[in-house]
């Protein structure tokens, strides 16, 4: 007889181990990273309007 073996992806096991969580002031620099980017890019959509 055959029976089915459904397995559940390894990702819905997964547990966050807490090497991998962020920090409260590893995001507050990816939030400053991320508004020099914007900042930046902003930039050169006004000089792509010149």
Request: no cysteine.
């Amino acid at each position: 007889m055959m029976t089915s073996t459904t397995r559940t992806p390894k990702i819905a096991q997964a547990v966050m181990p807490p090497s991998a969580m962020t920090t409260p002031a590893q995001l507050e620099r990816l939030g400053e990273h991320l508004r020099k980017l914007r900042l930046l890019k902003s930039g050169e959509r006004l000089e792509a309007l010149l």
